[in-house]
């Protein structure tokens, strides 16, 4: 049976050496032990901050190959199979199932805006394809198309297509798309500015680039909002992250994610080529932020820490 989404669900960077032209799988093998050893409930491998659509067909299927067997079952992983062709969202998806994932992230992609039709036809023959589960990817931010609750709800008739991944931003999505599924689709927010408002919402997961590089406060988030229903601290809590869940937002979470996780001590290379490192005056806002925050030179782990206690 396949692991369950929920909770935390990390968003690892794909780890990278020689200007971003090669892929460090040390590097990524040393990522997922770490983020189940600070208790992550699920990973999801070459997803948007992973970068899925810098790397090659082969490439990342040697990254899932290489995740999964680190993983070895620990926690529930999710793969991103996002491409721009059907024929190779469907290849990809195929990939995933054969090396142990317990579902797929798709976006539809395409150069030209695509129509309701034919998001939902590529949903359907992905669905067909494989047997595992399948997390319906809304970011009208990237696809310039915006799956809205009333496609949701048909997708949902679709047997393996269990989870929703919402980044639109919009608030009300959470209880429209429950309300217009029956309760059948279970949602995750993928919004990082709106992850608050999303928890006490009723998203069952969260799919965290602040994961990278504090586990610790993203699970805490987590069991504030979620499991404990705490809404004066979750929202303290909340309000001291939002001046960099909201950088993420704005500057993109995979610029953000390289940057950070060098200033926290843990560097994993940087973007592949065209998207370049933050310029300086961004570095230098992000570095204020986590400095703020007490995160730097991996000081973050005590402050997180103790927190949780």
Known sequence: MPKELKGIIGFPLTPTMDDGEKIDQGKLRDYVDFSVDAGLHGL???GSTGGKGSFSEDERKTVVEAASK?????VALMVGVSALTTAEVIRLSKHAEDNGADAVLLVSMSYWPLMENEVYEQYARVAEAINID???????????FDIKPHLVAKLAQIDNIKYIKESSGDLTRFSANRLATKGKIKILD???PTTYQSLISGAEGYCSSLANYNPHEALLLWDLAYEKKDMVKSRQLADRLFPLLDFIGTKTHARVGYAAMELV???MGVPRRPMRPLNKEDYGELKRILDQLGWLEQGYTKTALKMRA
């Open 190 to 192: 993928g919004w990082e």
């Open 70 to 74: 680190q993983n070895n079952g620990r």
């Open 134 to 144: 399948i997390c319906v990817y809304n970011n009208p931010w990237t696809s310039q």
């Open 44 to 46: 999801c491998i070459v």
């Open 265 to 267: 001590g843990r560097p």
